[in-house]
Nanobody, 126 residues
Framework: VQLQASGGGLVQAGGSLRLSCAASGRIFSNYVMGWFRRAPGKEREFVAAVSWNDGSTRYADSVKGRFTISRGNAKNTVYLQMNSLKPEDTAVYSC????????????????????WGQGTQVTVSS
């Protein structure tokens, strides 16, 4: 499975961006896809994830109410709508994919994901 992320850019605080991630290859029905980010000098952190089989989602507390993860009409596409962006959201955002049945929500640990796409830079200016 290969993942291709896109949609990053430069935006002012309070603005919005939408990231996209397209997966190619064999995707199982119990697929999960997530977004992680890494800011300069910081460790990679979980942002959001969605399970393909039931649509359940999970968000980091820092983005709840501002970010929305969704599945595209094509089974292999996931989006991250980011609103009310803050300078602290500045990071390289990467999408990740894995398989498994998780309850009640998809996993937050990077080790739960088997496939990773290249990152896309998101910069929020104050």
């Amino acid at each position: 499975v290969q993942l291709q992320a896109s949609g990053g850019g430069l935006v002012q605080a309070g603005g919005s961006l939408r990231l996209s991630c397209a997966a190619s290859g064999r995707i199982f029905s119990n697929y999960v896809m997530g977004w992680f980010r890494r800011a300069p000098g910081k460790e990679r952190e979980f942002v959001a994830a969605v399970s393909w089989n039931d649509g359940s989602t999970r968000y980091a507390d820092s983005v709840k109410g501002r970010f929305t993860i969704s599945r595209g009409n094509a089974k292999n596409t996931v989006y991250l709508q980011m609103n009310s962006l803050k300078p602290e959201d500045t990071a390289v955002y990467s999408c990740a994919g894995g398989s498994g049945t998780y309850y009640p929500a998809p996993p937050t640990r990077p080790s739960s994901y088997d496939y990773w796409g290249q990152g896309t830079q998101v910069t929020v200016s104050s």
